[in-house]
C-alpha cells in the first residue's frame, strides 16, 4: 500500500528538501543588470513582452549586488573593467551563477587584442555561455532554461 492510498485524496506533496530547496533557487533567480556592449541589447528584448522573462521568476534586473543571484555578462569586458565584475561578483550572496552572453563574454569575440579579456572565465567562474554576436533573447532563454537544470541537479554536499 502506497502513500497514495493512505492518503486519499488530500492533496499531499512529498518530496526532498534537495528537490525544494532547487526549486525555489529555479523559480526565483533575480539577475544582475550588467550589459556592457551590444548584447545588452538583446538582454533587454528578453525581459520584455515579446519574451518575457518573468515567467522564469525573473521579474526585473536588479541594480544592486546583494539582491541578485545571477550574473549575465553581456558583452566584451575590458581589462580596465575585469576588477570592477570581480568585485561585484564578490558582494552577490551565494549562491551565485554566472551566464557569458554572446561571443565577446565567452571568449573575446573578435576584439583579439590586449585591452578586451579573452574570456570572463578569467576573472569570474562562468556556469553557462551563449554564443552569438549578439545572440538572440530567444538564447538568453535557452541559457536561463540550461541553467536551471544544472541547479535542479545540485546535490546537498555541493552547497557548502
Known sequence: MGLEQKAGNMGIVTTSLEK??????????????FG??????EMMAAQAADYDMS???MELMRAS????????VAGRVSRKMGPVVRKLYDQ???PKWVIAMGDC??????FNNYAVLQGVDEIVPVDVYIAGCPPRPEALI??????????????????A
Open 65 to 72: 549586488p546583494r539582491q541578485s543571484d545571477l550574473m549575465i
Open 92 to 94: 552577490m550572496p551565494a
Open 142 to 159: 535557452h541559457g536561463v532554461l540550461t541553467l536551471h537544470e544544472k541547479v535542479r541537479k545540485e546535490k546537498i554536499k555541493d552547497w
Open 105 to 110: 563574454a565567452a571568449c573575446g569575440g573578435i
Open 36 to 41: 556592457l556592449a551590444c548584447c545588452a541589447i
Open 20 to 33: 525544494a530547496v532547487n526549486w525555489s533557487r529555479t523559480n526565483a533567480m533575480w539577475p544582475m543588470l
Open 55 to 57: 515567467r522564469f521568476g
